[in-house]
T-cell receptor, first 115, second 115 residues
Framework: AQSVTQLDSHVSVSEGTPVLLRCNYS??????LFWYVQHPNKGLQLLLK??????LVKGINGFEAEFKKSETSFHLTKPSAHMSDAAEYFC?????????????FGQGTELSVKP | EAEVAQSPRYKITEKSQAVAFWCDPI?????LYWYRQILGQGPELLVQ????????DSQLPKDRFSAERLKGVDSTLKIQPAELGDSAMYLC?????????????FGPGTRLTVL
């Protein structure tokens, strides 16, 4: 079975400082991993995805994540936070036991950005 | 840019009443998903369609929930009777196919409050 654990329920940074949102995964297979972002009153939006190509994945809005098999981690980073980055972030793994691409979400990390 | 449409955006109902949510996926997307997101948690899959067929409804409370996608395009999720614990955000997503590495595109959701 596949699962993800987001290590922080809330992260607070100052504008212009780096962002680190931590995620560990568990999978019996080579996983497909995603980060989605959810802004208030808006739908979930894909930030980036890992599908066994390059281990360093670049996404939208300056975010990137590195797949580390030895550490079973897929942490999300951004060099410099912007006020508009304040949102809920979900680390997600695709359930490979499911024939239809079912997504398994972590509990979410709320990112606050202080001016 | 094509988007997943959902209606209504907000629904308030009383316990034991019936409610229905509608989703129109991105044109041409064969796979449609309904997720439930309880406040403070990540979304969880309720039901998944491939065209008009149900692929996975293992987490759907079938005594009160039903879902259909009659022509393999739009879909309706129904709850009858609603219970207090059903208060949540109901998200619809679609994907070109049910492959594990495919991005799922999410609608804005329907926020249900049961009084």
């Amino acid at each position: 079975a596949q699962s993800v654990t987001q290590l922080d329920s809330h992260v607070s940074v100052s504008e212009g400082t780096p962002v680190l949102l931590r995620c560990n995964y568990s999978s019996s297979y080579s996983p497909s991993l995603f980060w989605y972002v959810q802004h208030p009153n808006k739908g979930l939006q894909l930030l980036l995805k890992y599908t066994s190509a390059a281990t360093l994945v670049k996404g939208i809005n300056g975010f990137e994540a590195e797949f580390k098999k030895s550490e079973t981690s897929f942490h999300l980073t951004k060099p410099s936070a912007h006020m508009s980055d304040a949102a809920e972030y979900f680390c997600v793994v695709s359930d490979l036991d499911n024939q239809g691409g079912k997504l398994i979400f972590g509990q979410g990390t709320e990112l606050s950005v202080k001016p | 840019e094509a988007e997943v449409a959902q209606s209504p955006r907000y629904k308030i109902t009383e316990k034991s009443q019936a409610v229905a949510f509608w989703c129109d996926p991105i044109s041409g997307h064969a796979t449609l998903y309904w997720y439930r997101q309880i406040l403070g948690q990540g979304p969880e899959l309720l039901v998944q369609f491939q065209d008009e067929s149900v692929v996975d409804d293992s987490q759907l409370p079938k005594d009160r929930f039903s879902a259909e996608r009659l022509k393999g395009v739009d879909s309706t999720l129904k709850i009858q009777p609603a219970e207090l614990g059903d208060s949540a955000m109901y998200l619809c997503a679609s994907s070109p196919s049910g492959l594990s590495y495919n991005e799922q595109f999410f609608g804005p959701g329907t926020r249900l409050t049961v009084l």
